[in-house]
């Protein structure tokens, strides 16, 4: 499912305008999005856990020429599954 499908299916279950569905879902998005880069852990009960994980510098192999470098330490998005979210796709 991409993000406009996402939407005709949010607009379909909230008996929403595909215009206001595409309002919500960006909203829900981008507010997820800013919150977590700016180190915030957004928690949806029942959904799961948005966060921000820092990566260590780690050395690595350069695949093309087998050269030995390092990996700069960076900041990623974390996603993990609550226990409700986590039952539902067990079930299918």
């Avoid at 008996?15 to 909203?27: P, Q």
């Avoid at 192999?61 to 986590?86: L, Q, W």
């Amino acid at each position: 499912m991409n993000k406009a499908e996402l939407i005709s299916a949010v607009a379909e279950k909230a008996e929403l305008s595909k215009k206001d569905a595409e309002k919500a879902v960006t909203a829900v998005l981008d507010t997820i999005v800013e919150n977590v880069a700016n180190g915030e852990e957004i928690r949806i009960v029942g959904f799961g856990t948005f966060e921000r994980r820092e990566r260590k510098e780690r050395s690595g192999v350069d695949p093309r020429t087998k050269e030995r470098i390092t990996i700069a330490a960076s900041n990623v998005p974390a996603f993990k599954a609550g226990k409700a979210f986590k039952d539902a796709v067990d079930k299918k």
